[in-house]
Structures are given as C-alpha cells and as structure tokens.
C-alpha cells in the first residue's frame, strides 16, 4: 500500500539550521492563514497563524511570512530540532463574516530533521 | 483547557458494514465541529460542519453522514461502508471562522 509522504514534497535540513517551507494559495478572497504541525499517526497540531492585514507574524522560533501580491506563505522554523520533524500544512480560510466553513488545506511538506 | 476526544483510535471494517465514529469536545460551548477525510501522503479534505445541533452541511456527496444530536458530540456514520471510504478521519472543533480549528487524533479506518 501507500507510505505516508510518497507523494509529498520533502525537504531536508541539518539539525540547527533554519527551514523554510512555502506554500501557494489560489484563492484571493481568503484573509486567514494557519500552518499546522502533523506528526505521524495523529491529528494536525497548530502552530501559527496570520490574518491577510499583516504581512508577518512571529511566534516561538516560527515566524509565517504572507506576500497577498503573489499568494504566497512560508513559514520559517529557526535551529531546527529533532521535534520538528513532521509534515507542515498551510491551510486557508476564506472568512465569509462570521461563517463556519472548513479550512482549505495544501498537500503538504515533509520536513526532515538530519541530525 | 479545551480538549477534543476522538474514538476509536483504528478501525478495521469488512466492506458493507456499517459505521459510526464519535467525537466530543469538552471545555467549550456552541463550538463550531468539523470531519475530514485524509487520504495517506495527502492534505485534508472537508467532509462535514456544523454550527449547532442538529445543523450539518456537507462539503462532498459520499457514502457518509454526520450527525450533531448534543452541542459538544459529533458523529460520523455510514449504513454501508465501501472499500472507498478507508482513510485516515478527524475531528475538529473552532470557536469561529477566522481562529484556529483544533484537531483530535483521528481514527485509521481501514475496509477490507
């Protein structure tokens, strides 16, 4: 059968180092961001999120960059640890007012974590 | 603290039988619940919502429902399962559109 992340971008960092991990959204109406952590086995974990009025938005050791021009979001992990191997989702929301519609997800990337 | 239970955690099923998963959220009121469909190496994809009892809109025509019959409890059912259906299903709940939604662990449904 399949094995998760066949089909998934993957990119490899040495441990301590930064990763970057993008994603492009198609839909220009969305105005909410989320990056989600999932680890093998278990549900999405969430780690950050940005509102389309900012263009940057940090957390601990993450930081989520959003360029509306180009669609584009990326989220940063800084001194990369073992931990943060997983996959990483951004997900998109188009915000209708006070509805309750689902995310929209990416496919996903597989961040390994050399050590 | 707001914690979302999902059960069971796996789930093997000959193909034709029936099917009921449950969620619950504790910690919170009137939240907003949610099932997707994950499929092995691959994103997300919304099933259901709901924004209250009894009220369920369904993103996809399939072979599943969805049912609201308490605030915190949402269930995901099927009278007949197809080979189809297997994947890897979770829950989640959100306080409003524009706020993180927050995911249970899922439950690994395999047909056979």
């Known amino acids: 059968g399949e094995s998760v992340g066949l089909h998934l971008p993957t990119l490899s960092v040495q441990e301590g180092d930064n990763s970057i991990i993008n994603c492009a959204y198609s839909n220009s109406a969305s105005d909410y961001f989320i990056w989600y952590k999932q680890e093998s086995g278990k549900g999405p974990q969430f780690i950050i999120d940005i509102r389309s009025n900012m263009d940057k938005r940090q957390g601990q050791r993450v930081t989520v960059l959003l360029n509306k021009t180009v669609k584009h979001l990326s989220l940063q992990i800084a001194a990369t640890q073992p931990g943060d191997s997983a996959v990483y989702f951004c997900?998109?929301?188009?915000?209708?007012?006070?509805?309750?519609?689902?995310?929209?997800f990416g496919k996903g990337t597989h961040l390994i974590i050399q050590p | 603290s707001q914690t979302i239970h999902q059960w069971p955690a796996t789930l093997v099923q000959p193909v034709g039988s029936p099917l009921s998963l449950e969620c619950t959220v504790e910690?919170?009121?009137?939240?907003?619940l949610y099932w997707y469909r994950q499929a092995a190496g691959r994103g997300l994809q919304l099933l259901f919502y709901s924004v209250g009892i009894g009220q369920i809109s369904s993103e996809v025509p399939q072979n599943l429902s969805a049912s609201r019959p308490q605030d915190r409890q949402f269930i995901l059912s099927s009278k007949k399962l197809l080979l189809s259906d297997s994947g890897f299903y979770l829950c989640a709940w959100g306080a409003y559109s524009n706020q993180p939604q927050h995911f249970g662990d899922g439950t690994r449904l395999s047909i056979l």
């Open positions: 997900a998109e929301n188009i915000g209708s007012g006070g509805g309750a519609d689902g995310l929209t």
């Open positions: 910690g919170t009121s009137n939240p907003n």
